[in-house]
């Protein structure tokens, strides 16, 4: 009597496709559709059957919203320490080094300023490679900078959300930094310049829990994943059964946390839209520190180098007589 004996199953070997290097061809989670690698980059990373929105790195979102040749980055030369000495299964120092190599990026967000249809705008795009966008101390400030950028200049601020949340191997840094957002958007509204929040797959916890969710305007993409704690989490603790499309941007449209879904081909208008109907008093002022004493935009860093270490003092030995 075999009772409890093992099921035994037949082995289905799946060949790859001979002569079709990998890479080339990117299979659609929703409809299992197979679509050209550079096809789908040239489409804003989005399915053209099914409009499935795959990840866009922070480069390519930058160069898809602004008017060409106009990003000026800023704060690129910051670069996340370790505070805590974490050590795990990989330190986190080994982490960063890891990230910075695989994204060309020195921390989750690449932040500057630009314009869009002309006019200035603040901008920040976190890059879900990194880290899953977690937000550490460099994030935090990053995006602090941008609000205060556009609170010193007049100009409209738009922030680009993709992340897991706080990055703990901070700790109680990477947690500071949801108060430190919160307060300058408070400064912002206060002057009565318009804040927009652009919500990507995906947007959790810390993130959302503070500047994701303050902007004068919500705005995300189809199918998006937003929300706080997971869906397991969320279910372990409430002993529930949760809605159909939990945490989805259509059903948070639906119950009111979000004001818009954009599509990624419509945002930019959609944008420029919206900033012509809030902006419009804003007297703008020519960011002329920012743009160098050349006053020539730069275009967007699709790969920047390794942090640049600050010029060295002369010592006394090199000084000359």
């Known amino acids: 009597m075999a009772f409890f004996s093992k099921p035994k199953y037949s082995k289905v070997i799946v060949k790859s496709r001979e002569g079709v290097p990998k890479g080339v061809f990117t299979k659609c989670p929703e409809t299992g559709d197979m679509v050209f690698a550079k096809e789908l980059k040239k489409n804003l990373m989005v399915v053209p059957t099914s409009g499935y929105h795959f990840p866009l790195s922070a480069p390519d979102r930058i160069e898809s919203l602004l008017d060409r ?20 299964l990989a330190s986190y120092k080994d982490k960063l080094v890891q990230n910075r190599k695989k994204t060309s990026l020195e921390d989750a967000v690449v932040s500057g300023i630009g314009k869009m249809n002309g006019q200035w705008v603040s901008l920040a795009v976190m890059d879900f490679r990194f880290l899953g966008g977690s937000m550490g ?5 990053k995006i602090t900078r ?14 680009v959300s993709a992340s897991g949340g706080a990055r703990m191997y901070e700790g109680i ?3 500071m930094q949801m108060a430190k ?10 002057a009565k310049i318009p ?17 994701a969710t303050l902007g004068d305007v919500i705005i995300a993409e189809p199918k ?16 529930a059964d949760l809605p159909e499309g939990f945490q989805t941007s259509e059903f948070l449209l639906e119950h009111g946390l979000i004001d818009q879904i954009v599509a990624r081909h419509d945002l930019r208008d959609r944008l420029i839209s ?41 010592t006394k030995s090199s000084k000359t007589k």
Do not use: W
């Not at 994943?225 to 002993?239: D, P, Q, S, Y």
């Open 146 to 159: 941008a609000i205060e950028r556009g609170l010193e200049y007049k100009m409209p601020v738009v922030v």
């Open 274 to 314: 919206l900033i012509g109907h809030l902006g419009t008093r804003l007297e703008t002022k020519e960011p002329v520190k920012l743009l160098g004493s050349s006053s020539k935009p730069q275009a967007p860093k699709k790969k920047t180098t390794s942090l640049k270490s600050a010029p060295k003092k002369a």
């Open 173 to 175: 840094l990477s947690l």
């Open 195 to 211: 804040y927009f929040s652009i919500l990507t797959n995906p947007t959790m916890a810390g993130v959302m829990a503070s500047y």
């Open 137 to 141: 101390s460099v994030v935090g400030e």
């Open 224 to 239: 998006a994943l937003i929300g706080f704690a997971g869906r397991r989490v969320i279910k372990e603790t409430t002993r």
């Open 69 to 88: 040749g106009t990003f000026v980055e800023c704060d690129h030369n910051l670069s996340s320490l370790d505070p805590l000495n974490f050590k795990g």
């Open 181 to 190: 957002t919160s307060a300058a958007l408070s400064r912002l509204a206060d």
